[in-house]
């Protein structure tokens, strides 16, 4: 049975009736109109195959499309970076008298963020760098990692609770501290990397080597990058004071009040170079804390509070006779922390340059923000700055290749319960407003635990 169509009436037709009206016979017609089936239905099916495969080449197009957007996106998408690694955030910024202020820390996000050592530098015992490929491996023994890994494999594994902490710290004391050389060696190859250039000895100071004239610098805790002043640019060195393996062993001294009656100033006396805070007294305390001094810190907190800005003339006298115990040492100064204290700072350092007594050298911002960045990660603190002591310890590592530490002891009482002041040469209450003391004492001890450092945590007799 087949349709006809005549105008618009529809009429069914037989293929008998279809063979008579074509004029032909029967079985002729018949194969006629089998043919004319068959080719319809063939070009039918041409049609759908065809549209099909449109359909086909249609979504195949929009699948590829999506997936070539997706990979687009997946390459083109930022890396997820914790903001906290990049910058110091607007929490309150502490002074270096130990008041906190709140200041917009901006320009800080871009000086932090260059911070970062260079990926594939290594450097060599003698201070000298060598640039490897960023991904080929490390040498042995002295694999290059980064500033996490670092945190990560130095970071102390102490309990928190201090009674339990005295008891194991006891325990450490009572054995005898032997130094072990791969590990120091091993350490001071990681603290290297972890610093990159700008936390190298040779950047530790400002000089007229790193900081041409005119140049400016920043100041990490408050204020906008200014040229150095022609008066502090003239009484800088013209080069580093410390070179890299330069001393055989080294004594850093705090002024923890653990040293009264420890009879360990022979034993400090005895390191190649020494290394004191914020001129704290060594005359009448020779037999606990030594006499000789290479080093010294002095923050403009003393100056302001003790010697009233070194206004007048009696000001300078008496700073000057302070200084007479540190006959030529170093006299470090942070002298880009806050641009406030830069008017303190310059006559400070020209007092000093003038005195003839000691030599004012300035701490290097970028040098500090190294140190204090990689301190940052290893105490999981991102607010905390580390105190100056920390602070050179930390540095001393490429200087020194044994590091005695004296006079480092941040809580009341010691490990047998007796009180502790917090100065050996005064009875001022501590404060702890903007150091992680806790943290840094026990990351020091994990050091001494295994022969990183020597510490004297008790009496030295």
């Known amino acids: 049975?087949?349709?006809?169509?005549?105008?618009?009436?529809?009429?069914?037709m037989s293929p008998a009736r279809w063979a008579q009206r074509a004029g032909g016979t029967s079985e002729n017609s018949f194969s006629r109109w089998s043919s004319m089936r068959c080719s319809k239905a063939l070009r039918l099916r041409s049609r759908i195959c065809?549209?099909?495969?449109?359909?086909?080449?249609?979504?195949?197009?929009?699948?590829?499309?999506?997936?070539?957007?997706?990979?687009?996106?997946?390459?083109?998408?930022?890396e997820n970076v914790n903001v906290h690694d990049l910058r110091i955030a607007d929490w309150p910024q502490p002074s270096v008298d130990g008041t906190t202020h709140h200041y917009n820390t901006s320009r800080l996000q871009d000086v932090l963020a260059r911070h970062d050592p260079t990926e594939g530098q290594n450097l060599s015992r003698n201070g000298e760098s060598k640039e490897e490929p960023a991904s080929s491996p490390a040498p042995t023994g002295t694999p290059a990692v980064t500033q996490r890994n670092f945190s990560e494999k130095f970071r102390h594994h102490y309990?928190?609770?201090?009674?339990?902490?005295?008891?194991?710290?006891?325990?450490?004391?009572?054995?005898e501290w032997k130094p072990h050389t791969s590990r120091t060696q091993q350490f001071r190859d990681d603290i290297r990397h972890g610093l990159g250039e700008n936390g190298s000895m040779d950047n530790f100071i400002v000089t007229k080597k790193n900081t041409p004239r005119g140049e400016k610098l920043g100041f990490y805790m408050s204020g906008k990058?200014?040229?150095?002043s022609s008066i502090l640019w003239?009484?800088?060195?013209?080069?580093?004071?410390?070179?890299?393996?330069?001393?055989?062993?080294?004594?850093?001294?705090?002024?923890s009040g653990i040293l009264r009656g420890s009879g360990c100033g022979k034993e400090i006396d005895r390191s190649q170079s020494v290394f004191r805070f914020n001129i704290a007294p060594v005359e009448g305390f020779e037999a606990d804390v030594g006499?000789?001094?290479?080093?010294?810190?002095?923050?403009?907190s003393f100056v302001i509070s003790k010697l009233n800005n070194l206004k007048l003339r009696k000001d300078v006298d008496q700073f000057g006779a302070i200084l007479k115990q540190f006959k030529g040492s170093q006299l470090w100064l942070p002298a880009f922390a806050v641009f406030d204290n830069t008017a303190v700072i310059t006559r400070m350092s020209r007092?000093?340059?003038?005195?003839?007594?000691?030599?004012?050298?300035?701490g290097h911002p970028e040098h500090f923000l190294s140190v204090s960045k990689l301190w940052r990660k290893t105490a999981m603190n991102e607010r905390t700055w580390p105190t100056t002591g920390l602070y050179l310890i930390l540095s001393l590592f490429d200087a020194c290749d044994q590091i005695n530490v004296f006079g480092f002891w941040p809580y009341e009482t010691a490990i047998n319960g007796s009180q502790v002041p917090y100065h050996y040469h005064n009875n001022i209450t501590g404060r702890h407003d903007v150091h992680d003391f806790d943290t840094e004492f026990k990351s020091l001890v994990s050091l001494y635990e295994q022969g990183i450092i020597n510490m004297k945590l008790g009496s030295c007799l």
């Open 1 to 12: 049975m087949t349709v006809a169509r005549h105008g618009s009436r529809t009429v069914s």
């Open 234 to 255: 003239q009484n800088i060195p013209n080069d580093v004071i410390f070179k890299s393996g330069q001393f055989q062993s080294c004594s850093v001294v705090g002024s």
């Open 159 to 175: 309990v928190n609770d201090t009674k339990e902490f005295f008891s194991r710290l006891e325990e450490i004391v009572k054995q």
């Open 225 to 228: 990058p200014r040229k150095i």
């Open 351 to 362: 007092t000093a340059f003038n005195s003839k007594l000691v030599r004012p050298v300035l």
């Open 291 to 300: 006499s000789k001094t290479n080093l010294t810190t002095l923050n403009p």
């Open 50 to 78: 065809r549209l099909v495969l449109l359909m086909s080449l249609i979504s195949f197009a929009f699948t590829m499309l999506g997936l070539l957007g997706h990979i687009h996106t997946i390459e083109t998408e930022p």
